[in-house]
């Protein structure tokens, strides 16, 4: 209980920095480069592997649940103000419920990646480290891909609230429970990796566009 809240603590945090972090990176990026196509570009660049791992999972997830999808892009489509879409995959219409889990693919996949990530030591630290940032910077549904879940979302909270306050459980016991309670606390950990990860980025980067902006302030005096 206390891992599953943890991961939901986590994944809470990591997606409000995540927005923060990447209109930083595009400011800095602008501010060298003063060119604002460019600039998302490079960002977009940046978080390339993380593009693929989210476009694949709406895919995989589509093809396993029985879903056709069409034509898959993973080079950006359009820019608009200082956001960019990345890439898509084409998915013919379903039901609600097969939608959600569609959409809700790559936050799933992208937890399971860094896992992986952590996991294997062998793997240098700066690509590491550069693996999960933009992993983690890529792998929560946008608005498109949820488009159609929030009324099937609200009838799943009403139900498993419902069966919580009739005090219904689902209770593991032996090698399942010990299994579940080990992936948990690695994937807790995983997280938290990505989060200092970000943070530092995040910190390093707001550093860097306050002595940029300072140092052009005082061209211009």
Same mark, same amino acid.
């Given at each position: ?8 603590? =986590? ?10 972090? @990447? ?39 589509? =093809? ?12 950006? =489509? ?55 940032? !933009? ?6 549904? !946008? ?27 689902? !209770? ?5 429970? =010990?299994? @579940? ?41």
């Amino acid at each position: 209980m206390i891992s599953t809240l943890g991961i939901l603590a =986590e994944l809470l945090l990591l997606f409000f920095l995540s927005k923060k972090l @990447i209109q930083n990176i595009y400011t800095l990026f602008y501010l060298v480069i003063r060119n604002r196509p460019v600039a998302l570009s490079i960002v977009t660049l940046l978080l390339f592997p993380g593009t693929v791992i989210h476009e694949l999972s709406h895919l995989f997830t589509a =093809e396993i649940l029985g879903v056709r999808t069409g034509k898959l892009i993973l080079a950006p =489509e359009s820019i608009r103000g200082s956001e960019i879409q990345a890439g898509s995959v084409a998915i013919v219409k379903t039901g609600p419920f097969r939608r959600i889990l569609i959409g809700l693919a790559p936050l799933f996949w992208g937890m399971g990646a860094l896992f992986v990530v952590s996991y294997f030591q062998n793997i240098p630290y700066i690509v590491a480290f550069y693996l999960m940032f !933009s992993i983690s910077n890529s792998m929560f549904p !946008s608005a498109i891909d949820m488009k159609e879940s929030p009324g099937p979302i609200l009838v799943v909270l009403i139900f498993f609230s419902a069966a919580y306050i009739a005090g219904i459980r689902l !209770s593991l016991s032996g090698q399942p429970l =010990e299994i @579940i309670t080990t992936l948990l606390y690695s994937l807790v950990q995983s997280l938290g990796i990505v989060l200092a990860v970000n943070i530092g980025l995040l910190l390093i980067i707001h550093v860097l566009i306050v002595l940029l902006g300072s140092f052009q302030n005082f061209k211009k005096g």
